[in-house]
């Protein structure tokens, strides 16, 4: 049991903490722009078998950009390449070609299509995919809580594999216990998701923390009966607009954790 200091002030005692991924541990933003730019530029060369006209390029282009949540300053940390499973941004390009004339199997195949194609596209130059870097701060925080005897779980609606490999690239295995992916049932926001990934480290709900940078984590989390819900501030060009939270962190040095010396003194206690 450790006491997690905000600011150097006591919020809460807790013996496990939940973390999302993408914008809150994972400074995602490149990645994802290279990711929303690959989709849709295999929109262009594919939609209508690539024979579009200026006016079409265009209007298809920022019809995507606006379902994705890309800008000119980068990607809104609501949108849904930054929330949303890899399921989701299928659906919503799918509906982009609906909202053009496509009819629906033909728009859910083509996006299917898009996105295999980006994902073939990325494997064979595994070079510029680009590592998923660690946000200012988060190594040493992880150690910080690990070495308080704190579990850390990752929930996410990335995929497992995309979870791992950031999990590989960055050597966090030994401080992320367990993970709660867009494959595992339910997916968050449910919940559920919450309390399974809570069953999974041994813990109750009211004994961990949850930190992300998206209103859907938070909501989730105070559903889930979560000890205490954080918001992280700084993980986009663009700070997230936050309701449901009961603390905010602008940089990961302002969280630390120290030992619950009362409970210290009481275990030691004959
Ligand atoms: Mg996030």
């Known amino acids: 049991m450790a006491q997690l200091l905000l600011k150097e002030k006591p919020i809460a005692t807790i013996q496990g903490v939940l973390f ?7 400074h995602s933003e490149p990645n994802l722009v290279d990711l ?6 295999q929109a262009v ?3 209508h078998g690539g024979h579009l006209n200026v006016n079409e390029v265009s209007q298809l282009k920022k019809l995507l950009s606006a379902a994705y949540g890309v800008n000119s300053r980068g990607i809104h940390p609501g949108g849904t390449i930054a929330v949303a499973s890899r399921n989701q941004n299928l659906i919503s390009t799918a509906t982009v070609f609906c909202l053009l004339g496509e009819s629906w199997p033909q ?3 083509l996006a299917d ?4 194609a980006v994902d073939a596209l990325k494997n064979q130059a595994p070079s510029a995919e680009g590592k998923s870097a660690l946000l200012p701060g988060v190594r040493s925080l992880l150690q910080s809580l690990r070495s308080k005897g704190v579990i850390c779980a990752v929930i996410s609606n990335d995929t ?3 979870i791992e490999s950031f999990l590989d690239q960055n050597n966090l295995h030994d401080s992320i ?3 709660w992916s867009a494959e595992h049932q339910p997916a968050k926001p449910n919940p559920e998701a919450v309390k399974a990934l809570c069953n999974l480290i041994g813990l109750a709900p009211a004994q961990c923390a949850l930190i992300g940078d998206a209103d859907s984590d938070l909501k989730m989390a105070r559903q889930a009966g979560i000890g205490i819900s954080l918001g992280f501030m700084a993980g986009w060009n663009q700070p997230p607009t936050l309701t449901a939270h009961q603390h905010l962190i602008h940089h990961w040095n302002e969280l630390s954790v120290r030992a619950d010396t ?3 003194h009481n275990l030691s206690s004959p």
């Open 20 to 26: 999302d991924k993408d914008g809150t541990l994972s």
């Open 36 to 41: 929303a730019t690959g989709r849709i530029d």
């Open 45 to 47: 060369q594919r939609f």
């Open 107 to 109: 728009a859910l195949a």
């Open 113 to 116: 299509e898009i996105f295999a």
């Open 160 to 162: 497992s594999a995309g």
């Open 177 to 179: 216990s367990e993970i």
């Open 262 to 264: 009362k409970i210290t």
